[in-house]
DNA sequence: TTCAATAGTTCGTATTTGTTGTACTACAGT
DNA sequence: ACTGTAGTACAACAAATACGAACTATTGAA
């Protein structure tokens, strides 16, 4: 069991952070183990969005996080100890983290407020006009 | 010849801007458009990165910038009239450009002084250690 | 008005990337 | 050693992306 690869702080990109959190379910898990200071396993998030997320799944973008340098992952025994690596990145990009966070956030409340479910980006275009 | 479709404000996505800037090519051609008051065509960014980027590539990443809400576009005569929507955005989703193209300029600057070509998000992985 | 040139788009196909069920490995407690 | 739990690897299929070739719209000249 060799320990998880990390990305060094420098190797990190900003196209890797924003692909990484240009899912639904990723931000979702990253902006919650940012949120809490505390770590959290995976099967914590089985369910981060309305629908069950299969274990393969989530273990893919868990494995997505880590490699963007978004999360730090060490085995505990037989769980996983996933912290957020927000503070080296803040350093190196200052406010990025945040804005996302934030906007996320302004999102979610635009969203619930309007009672009207948004179309993920994964979703079926709004209106294809062409 | 329709007018081209834009999502309304409201209707775009954090999760669609993240993904929409995860790719280089367009990150350096919405980075362009936003610090340039005046409009651009398509073929200004032939040659935004290092390599020529084919016509057909070029203009599948401005219908994705143009439907992440990124960017506004119009025909101008035979040419086509791009402009960034930066500011609407910033409206919604406060310092969030902002903070992106901000932490873009610290990449490319730190990627150049180490006279190292940073791998982009599409590279092969920096060392997969699996 | 017809022709040629220019700027972009569409289409088809090859390649890449993402999803998820099933089978597996590692570890802890009995 | 055996069982349950947490997560990973693999493989098959689905979806998104890249790009050359053919096409469309518009302009300006002949």
Chains 1, 2 share one sequence.
Do not use: W, Y
């Not at 505390?38 to 369910?47: K, P, Q, R, V």
């Not at 978004?70 to 983290?97: K, Q, W, Y």
């Amino acid at each position: 069991m060799r320990p998880l690869f990390h990305p060094p702080i420098e190797d990190i990109t900003v196209e890797g952070i924003l692909h990484a959190l240009s899912d639904p379910v990723r931000v979702a898990i990253f902006t919650d183990l940012t949120a809490s200071d505390d770590a959290h396993n995976c099967s914590t998030f089985l369910n981060v969005t309305e629908k069950k997320i299969p274990k393969s799944t989530l273990s893919h973008h868990f494995k997505a996080l880590r490699e963007a340098g978004l999360i730090r992952a060490e085995r505990r025994g037989v769980e996983m100890h996933n912290t957020s690596r927000c503070s080296e990145i803040d350093r190196r990009f200052p406010g990025l983290i945040a804005a996302i966070i934030s906007a996320h956030k302004v999102q979610m409340e635009s969203t619930q407020g309007a009672g009207k479910k948004r179309a993920a980006r994964k979703g079926k275009p709004v209106a294809v006009n062409r």
